[in-house]
């Protein structure tokens, strides 16, 4: 580039410690940055969070508009009454009076920004959150030069199984997504098979999509974390992040005691850990934790740097995707765990994103409920950590690549030259 681009990036939150959607767009801001790119970020975090480098501006939330006062009588009804009335004020209106006024909130601040000192317009979604999306819509003269990002499939009803289902007001979300796949410039989505599901009903996605996926910072993993739960010498098997209804760790935790049935000295030498908050599965992991030494459950929120920390040093990572056909996600962790560099066990569809990145000759696959399979695989894999002192790798350089500053340079500066004037 002879001259640095300035992009403008909206983003509803930069807070790494919010949800795996916050960590992949702060993936993306930092590593923006470091291709070379300007940036200035807009974000509704609501709190002062700054990133190395990058002007982040934190929108004020407008406390005196009408929306305003309708979402507190709104919410004083339900807390006093106990009158619920989100669902039929959003099968009216499609939307919350929370997020019209959290939308009309960053418009404003939209409005005080010089935008012809911007070259490219990107709003960040966050799972099913798109405030900085509607904001947009209410900026026509930024369209030309307006990419969004679409995290998840949107609406609801639109997932894969076993996932969807009709939200109130579903007709509403899905005129607005398709009002965004008509009026943004460019659409970019985390993976190719989310593209091309969300271009299936939305032909603006198809025509306009491009792939940007998950970031690697390559600056992670600087902190060692002494903890009383991990011992790095053991053949660790670790899931990192909340397990969302559908990713049911029965199959794999039944596989991992069938392993160790099959290799009993393997009881003395492993630990299965389930790290993240509480889940519709945290009952059935305490179980699981109170029966067995080997199985931990942390049952609570783990930090983000202490994850990372077990990641990095565990035997195994696993990705665990719920029972399906076809899983469009790339799960945020992805990067995390190829930048851990240790064996990726992957439980899930057979068509599927990480699947797909992989390889279908990946030889750490499995269907979620196969335990047998499963037992096989954590098998072969503890006796490579056996023969190998414990130094097991992932040895992925093209995935590194992929999720890396410069291929994610080479993808945007594709888009700069569409932009029309």
């Not at 609501?46 to 508009?65: G, L, M, T, Y």
């Amino acid at each position: 580039m002879s001259a640095k681009q300035k992009i403008l990036v909206v983003v509803e939150s930069i807070d790494v410690e919010d949800s795996s959607g916050a960590k992949a767009n702060l993936a993306l801001i930092t590593n923006l940055q470091s291709a070379g790119y300007q940036l200035k970020v807009l974000h509704y975090t609501r709190k002062d969070i700054q990133v190395s480098d990058v002007e982040c501006v934190a929108v004020k939330e407008n406390r005196r508009s009408l929306y305003f006062y309708l979402s507190r009588l709104e919410r004083q009804i339900r807390y006093i009454l106990k009158i619920k009335l989100s669902k039929p004020l959003e099968n009216i209106f499609g939307f919350s009076f929370t997020l019209f006024n959290d939308r009309n909130s960053i418009v404003s601040a939209l409005k005080d920004l010089d935008h012809s000192e911007f070259d490219l317009v990107l709003t960040l979604s966050q799972g099913g959150r798109f405030r900085p999306h509607h904001a947009l819509l209410k900026l026509p003269h930024l369209h030309n030069k307006w990419m969004a990002y679409i995290h998840d499939p949107y609406p609801m009803h639109l997932y894969p199984e076993p996932y969807p289902w009709k939200e109130p007001g579903y007709k509403i979300k899905a005129e607005f997504m398709e009002e965004v796949s008509v009026k943004a410039a460019f659409h970019a989505f985390p993976s190719k098979l989310l593209m091309e599901w969300m271009g299936n009903y939305f032909e603006g996605f198809a025509k306009k999509g491009i792939v940007i996926p998950h970031q690697i910072l390559e600056e992670q993993f600087q902190l060692e974390i002494t903890s009383n739960y991990f011992d790095a010498s053991n053949f660790n098997i670790v899931h990192s992040g909340n397990l969302l209804w559908g990713r049911d760790p029965k199959g794999l935790i039944n596989g991992y005691l069938k392993f160790i049935n099959n290799i009993p000295e393997a009881k003395d030498q492993s630990c299965m850990m389930f790290l993240g908050g509480k889940n519709h599965y945290t009952k059935q992991l305490l179980h699981y934790h109170e029966k067995y030494d080997t199985i931990y459950v942390s049952g609570n929120y783990v930090p983000f740097e202490e994850t990372q920390y077990v990641q990095k040093n565990s035997a195994v990572n696993v990705i665990l995707e719920a029972k399906a056909e076809t899983s469009p996600f790339l799960p945020g962790k992805f990067p995390h765990c190829v930048l851990a560099n240790k064996p990726i066990l992957l439980l899930g569809p057979r068509v599927s994103e990480s699947r797909r990145l992989l390889g279908e000759d990946y030889r750490f696959w499995s269907e979620i409920d196969s335990e047998e399979v499963i037992a096989d695989l954590l098998g072969e894999l503890y006796r490579d950590w056996k023969l190998k002192s414990g130094n097991l790798s992932l040895n992925r350089q093209d995935l590194k690549n992929y999720l890396s500053v410069d291929h994610l340079r080479s993808v945007v500066n594709t888009v700069f030259p569409k932009i029309e004037a």
